[in-house]
Every structure is written in structure tokens, then in C-alpha cells.
């Protein structure tokens, strides 16, 4: 594995459609610290060989099963990347009034893709897991910050609540909200005949090449991220990136039952 030190300098997003330059991201295996701390900041690290089984099944489920939510026209993605944009929310959800959503709840995609998810519910796993061996520290830190929310919600019994599926997503430069503070993004990808798609830390100047069935994490509320300008090479080229994290509006919530209770009970005040 690649060790990069690096020193985050001052940078500011222009406004929101601040979109990452072309640029060639490094495709290695490769471990991000801060120079002055001594702290990882992000990694990228190859699926291990025994688990690439799973992402050829996701791949199919992906590709020919999932139905998405599009957001193309919205975003201009599709203009950045030639292919259109749409995503789906997997684990759980949190509670917002607005939508009469009372408790935490589980997503449609658990109801209506039972078997895509059980593959996913694996790889929380898997990347749990690099994470632990890679940035232990961090991972802990984020563990016990879980520790708020109740193991009910949690995917695969990893402590990560929540996950989207992003295709073909060309996003600018952001950070995450909602996230609980000090909690990081765990990503893996599958591509294929894609060219670009990389992501980039401007802070550290820093390009992940987001290669296929790699794994990523970092904190993706604290840092700036945007994913670098990507074009298809064919027809049937596709990006998916899997994104898990934990959610703050999840914190102090109770089990299935006591949030399925809850909810009813606000529903009919």
C-alpha cells in the first residue's frame, strides 16, 4: 500500500456548481496521512480477492434489477458526465415531520430488493472491516459515536445506518450533511469502460482514482470532495459508487418496536 503525507491547506468552494477538473487519480492502494498529526485522513484500498464474487452479484443487480430515482436534469450531471444521474437510499431513514415520517424507519430498497441487500449487508462488512485495519483510531471513534443509535439500525450489524447508491453521479465539490460529527463515509465502487470518476480532496490536492471494486473512506462531512469529470468508452459502460454512513437524527432512537410505536402515536395527534 502507497503512504502519502500531506499538509490541508486553506481552499474555498466557488459556489455550488464548483465541479473538480480533469485530473488522473491514483488507482493504487493507497493510505492518506496529515504530516503534522500523524492521522489517516482517507483511504483506498482493492476489495480483497475471496469477496470479488460479491461485487460481480451486485454488479448484476445494479445494472439490470434496481430501479433508481433520477436527478439528471437537476443537477446537470449528465452534462459532465454524458450519462444520466439517479440514485437509491438503502438501510434506514431518519425521522422528518414534513414527510409524516415520526420514527426511524426502514428504506423501501430493504422492502423491495431483499436480495440485492443481503449482498450489500456483506460488504458493509468488508469495508467495516478495512476500515478497522486501516484508520483503527478513526474507526473506533466512530464506532462508539454509533453506539447513540440502537443496533436495530444498523446495516449488517456494522455501525453504518444508512447507504446510497449513486449511478453515474458527476457530483461537485460538497460536503456530506447529516452525518453525526466525527463519523466517516465508507465507498466502494463498480465500473466498467468508464474513464475519469475519480475523487478528488482539494484540501490535500489529492486525486483517488475510485477504481473498480475498490473501497474508500473518509470523513466526507468534515472534507471537501467532488468527483473528477468522467466519460463512457461504451454503450454499456456504467459508475456505480455505494456510499454507507450514520446519521445524527438517528441518535437516542429506540428499537423497531418502540420507534414503530412512536411513530403511530405522533401520526394520530
Not at 100 to 109: A, D, E, L, Q
Request: aromatic letters at 10%.
Amino acid at each position: 500500500m502507497k503512504t502519502i503525507e500531506v499538509t490541508k491547506i486553506d481552499w474555498t468552494r466557488i459556489d455550488r456548481n464548483h465541479h473538480a477538473p480533469e485530473m488522473v487519480g491514483d488507482n493504487d492502494d493507497l493510505l492518506l496521512i496529515d504530516s503534522e498529526t500523524g492521522e489517516v485522513i482517507a483511504f483506498q484500498r482493492q476489495i480483497p480477492e475471496k469477496y470479488k464474487h460479491l461485487k460481480k452479484e451486485l454488479s448484476r443487480y445494479l445494472r439490470f434489477s434496481i430501479k433508481y430515482d433520477s436527478t439528471a436534469s437537476k443537477t446537470g450531471a449528465a452534462r459532465l458526465s454524458g450519462m444520466n444521474y439517479s440514485n437509491r437510499v438503502f438501510g434506514f431513514t431518519a425521522p422528518q415531520a414534513l414527510r409524516r415520517r415520526y420514527g426511524v424507519s426502514t428504506s423501501s430498497f430493504n422492502k423491495d430488493e431483499p436480495q440485492a441487500l443481503k449482498i450489500l449487508e456483506e460488504l458493509t462488512k468488508v469495508c467495516w472491516d478495512t476500515f478497522e485495519e486501516l484508520a483503527p483510531k478513526t474507526a473506533e471513534k466512530h464506532f462508539q459515536l454509533a453506539q447513540q443509535i440502537h443496533s436495530d439500525w444498523h446495516i449488517g450489524g456494522m455501525p453504518f445506518t444508512s447507504g446510497i447508491i449513486n449511478n453515474s453521479a458527476a457530483l461537485p465539490y460538497h460536503k456530506d450533511t447529516g452525518n453525526i460529527k466525527g463519523t466517516w463515509n465508507n465507498m466502494f465502487c463498480v465500473k466498467e469502460n468508464v474513464s475519469g470518476g475519480g475523487l478528488h480532496l482539494p484540501e490535500y490536492n489529492v486525486a483517488f482514482g475510485i477504481p473498480d471494486g475498490s473501497i474508500s473512506g473518509f470523513d466526507g462531512q468534515g472534507a471537501w470532495h467532488g468527483v473528477t469529470p468522467f466519460m463512457k468508452k461504451r454503450n454499456d459502460a456504467h459508475r456505480f459508487t455505494i456510499v454507507w454512513y450514520t446519521k445524527s437524527g438517528m441518535v437516542g432512537s429506540g428499537s423497531v418496536e418502540e420507534e414503530t410505536l412512536k411513530a403511530k402515536q405522533k401520526a394520530t395527534k
